[in-house]
């Protein structure tokens, strides 16, 4: 059986070649970026020997570029560094909201949001709030650069479109214009340090007299991977985003999910909570939108 | 299995030590350095007993890789105190008989040091929430958060 190795590639090209060469001798390799998930799944689920390729020493994986249009959030930048700033956290106060809804003060020290991304499970907590948020990602790889919506780049309960030969370089997001704002809320049984049961991201444009001109629903926890809601997103569009059209975007929602019962909760439970979470997580948005 | 050769700094001291390339922080901290005050609780991140700064960072050692130390600075629990004397968060957590079996306080210590270092003047919602990565089974948390608040107090009051 083949050892573990470790590399840690200072380039883009590097990193790929490296990625495309294991690839071509059919060994295996593990992007690493702030390894929470990895490091438990080797010592538990996939101990199989492979070459960890560290990411964090890229420059452009550490690009946080919040000015911009796009803003970019390179994938191998911590939670934690988001989580404390204040003009991300203005700019994208959901997508925040889940990045510091993610573990305990040691684990947002190291855990990126796009290694939660890349993780893929039907529960990451960030990944309703970067699809709510149009958040596309941006691939590197040995045919050079492509972009993926964020919706479009989960396959599976923790598979996704990266192929062997590429990597998550960062996550792109269109500026909020105007009255654009976001909200996340997932449910867990306590406050703090769990996985959620479900969960709604929900980005919304307000005109000036508070009419929804675009939205975006999204939903975590109730399906295989995190999903796009666009029947939600469409009862909410052309209203005023009222208890009505909220509670039609949240029995899309609902009739949206195709959960499973497990230890966290039932198919009926998750059913209706995530319509629940839809409701207060479209109101979230649309009263810090009506505030901008 | 080849070794990887890591430079790193240990509480302000070079080091340099052999990893392997999936042992983690904590395995070599403990079984390479022979710095046994960091804890092993559930190797998964959810205890918090194996905390340590990295660059001033909290972090769970069992959740990084040695080989991943490279070039960082590295704060254990053992370079808390200066020399015999305790840090007054230690003190603190003596005086206010903050731990029982005593497993989870180097991570807890860690991890308030780590908090006061940002926030010398934390209300007891952000120390609750601050310390919510580390699990204590025997004091109830009461007497920990009454530590923590005390040696802030006492921290304002030397500066």
């Not at chain 2, 960082?72 to 200066?82: L, P, Q, R, S």
């Not at chain 2, 204590?136 to 958060?145: E, L």
Request: charged share 20%; glycine share 10%; hydrophobic share 40%.
């Amino acid at each position: 059986m083949e050892a573990y190795a470790y590399a840690r590639p200072t380039t883009l090209d590097e990193a790929v070649s490296l990625l495309a060469a294991h690839a071509k001798e059919g060994r295996r390799t593990q992007l690493l970026a702030g390894g929470t998930d990895v490091l438990v799944q080797m010592r538990s689920v996939d101990r199989e020997p492979r070459t960890l390729v560290d990411v964090k020493h890229i420059a452009d994986t550490n690009r946080l570029d919040i000015s911009s249009d796009p803003v970019f959030i390179g994938s191998a930048i911590p939670s934690a560094i988001l989580n404390e700033n204040e003009e991300l956290k203005s700019l994208f106060p959901g997508l925040i909201e889940a990045a510091d809804l993610i573990g305990s003060t040691q684990i947002q020290g190291r855990a990126t949001i796009g290694g939660n991304l890349c993780n893929s499970s039907p529960a990451g907590d960030t990944i309703p709030a970067i699809i709510a948020a149009s958040g596309v990602c941006v691939i590197a790889g040995s045919g050079g650069t492509r972009r993926v919506a964020c919706e479009d780049f989960l396959t599976g309960v923790g598979t996704n479109v990266l192929e062997a030969d590429e990597l998550l370089v960062g996550l792109e997001f269109p500026r909020p214009q105007g009255r654009t704002a976001d909200g996340y809320l997932r449910f867990i049984p306590r406050t703090e340090m769990d996985i959620a049961v479900a969960g709604a991201g929900v980005a919304l444009t307000l005109d000036d007299d508070g009419t929804c001109t675009a939205a975006r629903v999204a939903i975590g926890a109730v399906a295989p991977t995190a999903l796009l809601v666009p029947a939600a997103a469409d009862a909410l569009i052309g209203t005023k985003v009222d208890d009505e059209a909220l509670s039609a975007a949240g029995a899309a929602c609902t009739a949206a999910s195709s959960p499973i019962t497990d230890k966290r909760g039932t198919i009926e439970y998750r059913n209706k909570v995530v319509a629940v979470l839809c409701r207060r997580a479209g109101a979230n948005a649309r009263d810090r939108a009506l505030a901008r | 299995m080849s070794k990887v050769h890591v430079v790193t700094s240990v509480n302000g001291e070079p080091r340099e030590m052999l990893c392997e390339p999936q042992q983690s922080l904590l395995e070599v901290l403990r079984d390479e350095l022979g710095m046994t005050g960091t804890k092993e609780g559930c190797a998964t991140g959810d205890c918090g007993a194996c905390s340590v700064m990295i660059d001033g960072r909290l972090v769970c050692s069992c959740l990084m890789l040695g080989v991943e130390a490279q070039g960082v600075d590295i704060t254990t629990i053992e370079g808390i105190a200066e020399g015999s004397t305790l840090h007054p968060v230690q003190r603190k957590f003596l005086e206010h008989a903050a731990l029982q079996c005593g497993i989870c306080t180097p991570g807890f210590i860690v991890a308030t040091k780590a908090l006061l270092d940002r926030n010398p003047d934390p209300d007891e919602t952000t120390i609750r929430y601050w310390l919510a990565g580390n699990l204590c089974r025997c004091t109830g948390y009461d007497k920990i958060i009454r530590a923590v608040q005390d040696a802030a107090a006492e921290l304002a009051h030397e500066a």
